[in-house]
C-alpha cells in the first residue's frame, strides 16, 4: 500500500501557513527548526494514523536520499524518528529502525527553480541503491520536508519497483504544494527567505544549533572567491575542517565547478 500524509497545504503563494523564515534557516542547516518541524509533523502524523502506526508492523523510517552529506530533511526525520520511539515505548511497542536511500548527485543545477520534468530529467542521471532486504514487507515511512512536484516521490517509487520492495509505504511532508497554478519556483522562494547575502550564510553557521547539510555546502562552495574567502575569514577552523571533509565526502572535489573553493580550504 503506497500513501501519504502532508502537514501544510500550500494553497496560496502570497500566504504560507508556515513560517518561512524559520523554515529557510532550516533548509540551510540550522537544526532546532528541525526539531520544532518534526515535533509538529510527527503531532499531525500521529493523530490521523496512530492505528497503522500501532498495528505491530515493523517499522523502518527513511530520509530522503543523499550519499555522504545528509540533507536537511535528514535532521527533520533524525528528530521525527525520536518523537516516533518514544510513542511506540509508551505504547510497549518495537523501536523503528531506520534504513538509507543511497544517492549518487551528479549536478550542481538548482533544483529548486525547476518544473515536474525538468526534476525529473534532472536526478534520472543519479545512481540510487536501497537495502531491499532489510526493508522488505515493513511499514516503510520517507520522511521529506516539502513536496512540490512530487519528483523526489516518484523516484523513490522508482526505486522501490526496481528493486521490487513489497511493504507498505507512506510517504510524509512538512509541506505540500496543493495549488498547482503555483509555479514550482516558490520552492526557492521559501529556501532563501532568510538569506540574502553571504552574511546571513555566516551568521548562520555560527549558531549553536548549526550543522551542515547538503545545499549549504554545496551553496558554499559555488560561491566567487571574494564570497568563499569571506566565509572562510568568519567560522572556526572547526567547521573550515568540517566543511573540507564533508565535500571531498561526497566527491565534490571531482565536479570542477567546486575545486577550487575545495582546494582554497585544504590550503588555508
Known amino acids: 500500500m503506497n500513501r501519504s500524509y502532508s502537514l501544510h497545504k500550500i494553497v496560496e503563494e502570497q500566504n504560507s501557513p508556515f513560517k518561512v523564515d524559520e523554515y529557510s534557516w532550516f533548509k540551510f542547516g540550522d537544526k532546532q527548526y528541525a526539531e520544532k518541524f518534526a515535533t509538529q509533523l510527527f503531532d499531525g502524523f500521529i493523530a490521523e494514523h496512530k492505528d497503522l502506526v500501532l498495528s505491530g508492523q515493523e517499522i523502518v523510517i527513511l530520509p530522503s536520499p543523499y550519499l555522504s552529506i545528509p540533507t536537511a530533511s535528514n535532521f527533520l526525520c533524525h528528530f521525527f524518528k525520536m518523537k516516533l520511539n518514544n510513542y511506540l515505548f509508551q505504547h510497549h511497542k518495537k523501536a523503528c529502525a531506520e534504513s538509507k536511500i543511497y544517492r549518487n548527485q551528479t ?6 527553480n525547476l518544473d515536474f520534468e525538468e526534476r525529473v530529467l534532472l536526478i534520472s542521471n543519479d545512481t540510487y ?11 516503510c515511512i520517507f520522511v521529506d520536508d516539502i513536496k512540490i512536484t512530487g519528483s523526489h516521490e516518484h523516484t523513490v ?112
Open 129 to 139: 541503491y536501497i537495502d531491499r532486504n532489510f526493508i522488505e514487507g515493513k511499514l
Open 107 to 112: 549536478y550542481v543545477t538548482d533544483y529548486g
Open 157 to 268: 517509487n522508482r526505486i522501490l519497483n526496481q528493486y521490487q520492495v513489497q511493504g507498505d509505504f507512506i510517504f510524509l511532508y512538512y509541506a505540500e504544494l496543493i495549488n498547482k497554478d503555483i509555479h514550482p519556483r516558490v520552492e526557492n522562494f521559501y529556501n532563501y527567505y532568510a538569506i540574502k547575502n553571504v552574511a546571513d550564510i555566516v551568521e548562520v553557521i555560527n549558531r549553536s544549533s548549526f550543522q551542515f547539510n547538503t545545499r549549504i555546502v554545496k551553496y558554499i562552495l559555488s560561491f566567487n572567491q571574494e564570497q568563499f574567502n569571506y566565509v572562510l575569514d568568519n567560522i572556526s577552523v572547526e567547521k573550515r575542517t568540517d566543511l573540507f571533509h564533508l565535500a571531498i565526502s561526497n566527491n565534490y572535489h571531482q565536479i570542477t565547478d567546486y575545486q577550487n573553493n575545495i582546494n582554497t580550504i585544504k590550503t588555508a
